[in-house]
């Protein structure tokens, strides 16, 4: 079993940042790969970023320099540096784990986070 607990969402201006938080407890092996995926009312989830144990990320096409994923292990945290927001980055945003490593095809996040909302205003 894992825990994830996100936090850091809130609203911000156009133009502004965000910092989210993700603290992971449970089975490490459960935790190879941890992304962050945000979802908008009434549409699929949508892959932001994601990392795996040794550290290596991988971004969605949209985050365009603009996003970044980055652990504490010592923390057991997960962090996304969110900088130049734009309103389509309104969304909330989850913290989700997989025993699969972030490279694998099969990957399927199995635990979820509660999200935290991340309003972006003009």
């Known amino acids: 079993q894992v825990q994830l607990v996100e936090s850091g969402g809130g609203s911000v201006q156009a133009g502004g940042s965000l910092r989210l938080s993700c603290v992971a407890s449970?089975?490490?092996?459960?935790?190879?790969?941890i992304g962050w995926v945000r979802q908008f009312p009434g549409k699929e989830r949508q892959v932001v970023a994601k990392?795996?144990?040794?550290?290596?990320?991988t971004y969605a096409d949209f985050v365009q320099g603009r996003f970044t994923i980055s652990k504490d292990n010592a923390k057991n945290t997960v962090y996304l540096q969110m900088n130049s927001l734009t309103l389509e980055d309104t969304a909330m945003y989850f913290c989700?784990?997989?025993?699969?490593?972030?490279?694998?095809?099969?990957?399927?996040?199995?635990?979820w986070g509660r999200g935290t909302q991340v309003t972006v205003s003009p």
């Open positions: 989700a784990s997989d025993y699969r490593y972030c490279w694998d095809v099969k990957l399927n996040y199995q635990y």
């Open positions: 449970g089975d490490k092996d459960e935790r190879n790969c």
């Open positions: 990392i795996d144990r040794i550290g290596s990320p």
